[in-house]
């Protein structure tokens, strides 16, 4: 819940209700991005961004290399499997 | 554990360690007793105990487990209002997995859902709000739990829920707030703690500044940190070469996630779906003033502690428990009279053996359960 997930935006689905479709480790799923766009960063700007995901929301931008890593350490600690299986479940628990 | 060994292995791990062993051996001349640093997130003592973290550190350091699950310091009462609200035929009773399992004074949400009570794991907040649209004819209610981590993303939903009308959905608000239980551990007489590693994710939406007063005024080093292992090592370093240095203040390793103001556009969405409660009460702590956030009066209409009768009764923690004093670094959790007996993972006693991030479940899971000479 507290750790989240490094996924990449991959299209805005809805400009004016700030969702976008984000991949997280193969699992696509669709995040509210309000907290990470401004001024200087519109949805339409947004995609090919990679952000940390918390409970389907994008929280903050981070770099490409950096995402990865974190991928990386996620699946050591055994944080990844769980994270996607409650990302897939969704709604339709 | 490979990913372990090539963790103690990697040059950078060695290199801090090793620094950080010269630095407490300064340190340690002149002092009674170990250094204690409190890691006030789970998220932290759950790397902490996957990586082994406190073998690789001298024995003149201590690592204290802070209060920071979310899960684990929920409070029975509270569960007993969760299962209260399932148990209505008209709800559908909506929750992050982690809290299913948290023992209540009856039961658990886990055994609720087994009784027939429609309770349903959600990944996300949006996901109870989907579920709202989708069951017109039902009351959907999404249990917010969790820290500042998790603030902005029930405040944002409830927002979304307002502006379509979403009549059936609501929120059992149980938000709580990072710095006044920092404060409250740092006010209370037994507390021993010389330096804390503040909690990355929370300070990603609240920022640097509202730490400030730890160092200014209780004159304690913190530095935010983060989740990976070398984060932690290293933010371990910054506060030793704080004390090292004659140095206190708030300093931010986690730089690449944490910007020093936070972030402004969750913080307004917190600001304007919730207010300060008077207190909450924490499963080992008690209550502490101003460490929750309920919703507005404005939005009354999504809040499910206006919209049904919730009790909130106050159940005191059995008295055989000590989560209190491990907490607070007095004891270990070994040193508690029931730990691993009446109290463990399967049948946790206490908040601390709750959740895999809580100490004591740590010290149990990871084979810790006596102090070896
Ligand atoms: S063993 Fe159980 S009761 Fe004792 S401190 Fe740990 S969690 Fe609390």
């Not at chain 2, 994710?201 to 004159?219: C, K, L, N, W």
């Not at chain 2, 206190?248 to 972030?263: L, S, T, W």
């Not at chain 2, 907490?327 to 270990?332: L, M, P, Q, T």
Request: proline share 6%.
């Amino acid at each position: 819940m507290c750790l989240g997930i490094p996924g990449q935006i991959t299209e805005i689905t809805s400009e004016e209700m700030l969702m976008a479709r984000v991949t997280v480790a193969g699992v696509s799923r669709e995040v509210n991005i309000a907290c990470i766009v401004d001024d200087a960063h519109p949805p339409a700007s947004c995609v090919g961004d990679w952000v940390l995901v918390h409970v389907g929301f994008a929280m903050s931008r981070i770099d490409e290399e950096e995402a990865r890593r974190t991928l990386d350490i996620l699946e050591q600690l055994g944080e990844v499997q769980e994270e996607l299986s409650a990302m897939r479940q969704g709604a339709g628990a | 554990m490979k990913f372990v060994d090539e963790f103690r292995d990697s040059g950078k791990a060695k290199a801090l360690a090793r620094e950080i062993e010269n630095i407490v051996a300064r340190l340690e001349k002149g002092r009674a007793r170990p250094l204690q640093l409190m890691e006030f997130c789970g998220g932290h003592t759950h790397t902490i105990f996957r990586y082994g973290i406190e073998q690789m550190l001298p024995d003149g350091i201590e690592m204290v487990h802070g209060p920071g699950c979310p899960v684990c310091v929920l409070p029975m009462g509270r569960v007993d209002d969760c299962v209260a609200l399932a148990e209505r035929p008209e709800v559908i009773f909506t929750t992050f997995g982690d809290a299913m399992r948290v023992p209540g004074s009856r039961k658990s949400l886990l055994q609720a859902k087994a009784d027939g009570a429609d309770v349903r794991m959600v990944y996300s907040p949006l996901d109870a709000l989907e579920l709202a649209r989708r069951h017109p004819d039902r009351e959907v209610i999404f249990f917010g739990l969790g820290f500042e981590t998790t603030m902005p993303s029930t405040a944002l939903t409830v927002l979304q829920a307002r502006r379509e009308g979403v009549a059936n959905f609501s929120l059992f608000c149980n938000h709580i707030t990072t710095v006044p239980t920092i404060k409250a551990v740092l006010d209370s007489p037994d507390m021993m703690v010389d330096g804390f590693l503040a909690p990355g994710h929370v300070s990603m939406v609240i920022g640097e500044a509202p730490f400030q007063f730890i160092t200014r005024d209780y004159r304690k080093p913190l530095v935010i940190t983060g989740f990976e292992p070398l984060d932690i090592l290293q933010s371990i370093w910054m506060v030793l070469k704080q004390f090292d240095e004659g140095r206190c203040e708030v300093e931010n390793q986690y730089r690449r996630i944490v910007p020093p103001r936070g972030n402004t556009q969750a913080l307004k969405a917190i600001n304007e779906v919730f207010e300060i409660r008077e207190f909450f009460e924490w499963r080992g702590l008690g209550s502490i003033d101003h460490s929750g956030v309920k919703m507005r009066e404005a939005f009354a209409d999504f809040d499910a502690e206006r919209k049904f009768t919730v009790e909130n009764p106050r159940i005191a923690d059995p008295k055989s428990c000590q989560c209190g004093e491990v907490v607070k670094g007095v004891i270990k959790p070994w040193d508690c009279k029931i730990f691993g007996r009446q109290c463990n993972p399967e049948n946790p006693m206490g908040a601390l053996m709750v959740s895999s991030e809580g100490a004591c479940a740590a010290y149990y899971n990871n084979g810790y359960h006596r102090r070896t000479a």
